[in-house]
């Protein structure tokens, strides 16, 4: 099944069985050259599947077709050592390749989660989908940065380096048509995660500073890649800034109890989802809060609103003022 979006620019909607976002798009531009697939779904069989049957019923030949990645989240490329063949040139940003390839990101991450009040539980990672569904193979990458320009068929994209959900993200734009392939950066009715689970970066500041680049453009259609297709990016843009601001004055509020570590933070914060009790929560759902809300505490710290302490294995946040 696929939807026909414009003239050789097709979605193809891969389910995600059991995971809250529902579904990926892919979009696969079809040329008489060259075909470019946008985004492939997880590495696991119901995806590939899914994936399948779309290309034939588009009689798409993958020995003619290139990939790209918004960024290395699994639901993204999972599926790459599926489709590339021999000739396929993988696009990605260095960062995101980077990562992808690396295949030992976790336990770094599992610790930063643990000082941070997680409890130490491997199960986090073992149900996480980047470890579950991620690509297992090293990928040969081809490079792009911002500013660089992808053709098919009419279309000229540019590659807009967005960094915030990933640290490598970039979204697509072709200014003849106005049209944004947004990847993750900007989802019609869900929040992108943006979330920390080290020290050393400030992604929701790097989030906002996308999101300001992506205000600049002039964009018609907005191509997500989960949900619906949408047209008032400057509208959404706003909203997601706005989401922002709210959940750093919800944490700034729960610290006036006094200092306390992330995980004690996300459980008093309010979450977009079905359950009712933090205690409820899935572990995974857990694990993308506190990382959430370590974001938005690097955010704050930098501004100058919070500090943490130190010294000690547990880090603890408290207000400056
Ligand atoms: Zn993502």
């Excluded at 696929?2 to 979605?11: A, E, Y």
């Excluded at 050592?81 to 396929?88: D, M, R, V």
């Excluded at 993988?90 to 941070?116: E, G, H, Y």
Aim: with cysteine; charged share 25%; hydrophobic share 35%.
């Amino acid at each position: 099944m696929f939807d026909t979006i414009r003239p050789g620019l097709f979605r193809l909607e891969i389910p995600l069985p059991g995971n809250p976002l529902k579904a990926v798009n892919s979009y696969v531009f079809k040329a008489p050259d060259r075909n470019l697939i946008v985004d492939t779904g997880m590495n696991r069989p119901e995806c590939l599947e899914a994936m399948m049957n779309g290309l034939r019923e588009l009689d798409i030949d993958l020995s003619k077709t290139d990939l790209f990645i918004t960024h290395m989240h699994a639901d993204h490329s999972g599926l790459i050592s599926h489709l590339a063949t021999e000739t396929s040139r993988v696009f990605c940003s260095q960062a995101d390749a980077d990562i992808i390839n690396s295949k030992d990101n976790w336990r770094p991450m599992l610790l930063f989660a643990n000082r941070s009040g997680f409890p130490h539980d491997e199960e986090a990672i073992r149900q996480h989908p980047g470890f579950k569904y991620g690509v297992r193979e090293i990928i040969d990458f081809t490079i792009v940065k911002d500013g660089d320009t992808i053709n098919i068929g009419e279309y000229t994209f540019q590659c807009i380096s967005t960094p915030g959900h990933t640290p490598g993200h970039v979204c697509l734009y072709e200014p003849n048509q106005k049209i944004l392939l947004s990847g993750d950066h900007i989802l019609g009715k869900i929040t992108p995660n943006i979330s920390l689970f080290a020290d050393d970066r400030n992604p929701l500041d790097e989030y906002l500073q996308s999101l300001d680049k992506t205000y600049a453009l002039e964009v018609e259609q907005v191509l997500p890649a989960h949900r619906q297709i949408f047209t008032d990016c400057r509208g959404r843009i706003n909203q997601l800034r706005e989401h922002h601001n709210r959940r750093a004055a919800a944490i700034l509020n729960v610290l006036e109890k006094g200092p306390q570590n992330a995980f004690e933070i996300a459980s008093q914060l309010k979450w977009d989802l079905s359950y009712e009790h933090w205690d409820q929560f899935p572990i995974s759902q857990k694990w993308f809060a506190t990382g959430e809300v370590i974001a938005h505490l690097k955010y704050l710290e930098a501004l100058g609103k919070v500090k943490h302490n130190q010294s000690s294995y547990e880090i603890k946040y408290y207000l400056t003022a």
